[in-house]
């Protein structure tokens, strides 16, 4: 079983900042990608960025250059860095992980937290 903890959502003015961390726990042998998604209420879930197993790093147009995607191996754990917070980036935010269990390739989803920014 795994299970992916985040943390870190809230309520924030326009241009503040917040950290969003996911820690991924469980048996599985290795990641191979985590990134973050994100649904608003009323529209579909999107990618915001995703760091895979080589440190590459791919975002989405809309936050590139004010978020920053990190992965801690030691502690299987990925970070969301965001700066200039704008309104449009109210969301529930969702981690997700591609891991490599026993000998299947899986994708786990964490319960998502609120990220609020007031305007």
């Known amino acids: 079983q795994v299970q992916l903890a985040e943390s870190g959502g809230g309520l924030v003015q326009a241009g503040g900042s917040l950290r969003l961390s996911c820690a991924a726990s469980g048996r599985f042998f290795s990641i191979n990608a985590m990134g973050w998604y994100r649904q608003a209420p009323g529209k579909q879930r999107e990618l915001v960025a995703v760091?895979?197993?080589?440190?590459?790093?791919n975002y989405a147009d809309s936050v590139k250059g004010r978020f920053t995607i990190s992965r801690d191996n030691a502690k299987n754990t990925v970070y969301l860095q965001m700066n200039s917070l704008k309104p449009e980036d109210t969301a529930v935010y969702y981690c997700?992980?591609?891991?490599?269990?026993?000998?299947?390739?899986?994708?786990?989803w964490g319960q998502g937290t609120q990220v609020t920014v007031s305007s």
């Open positions: 997700n992980a591609d891991l490599e269990v026993l000998i299947t390739r899986e994708i786990y």
């Open positions: 760091i895979n197993s080589d440190y590459n790093t």
